[in-house]
């Protein structure tokens, strides 16, 4: 599960938000053999350490 920052609650109106998320990040991830400059951009492996 994703632990948020310390200091920080988790509200419940947030919580589509981070389906949303998750799902735009599985679409990307799916993507990349397709588009390969999406493996380029500093961005994507960020974001992957974030919801690991």
């Known amino acids: ?4 920052p310390k200091g920080i609650e988790f509200h419940r109106e947030f ?3 981070m389906k949303r998320m998750v799902h735009a990040l ?3 991830l799916k993507s ?8 380029t ?3 994507q492996p960020v974001t ?4 690991a």
């Open 41 to 43: 951009q500093p961005e």
């Open 26 to 28: 599985e679409i990307l």
């Open 32 to 39: 990349k053999p397709a588009e390969p400059k999406e493996v």
């Open 1 to 4: 599960m994703i632990k948020p």
């Open 15 to 17: 919580a589509p938000d």
């Open 48 to 51: 992957k350490e974030e919801t």
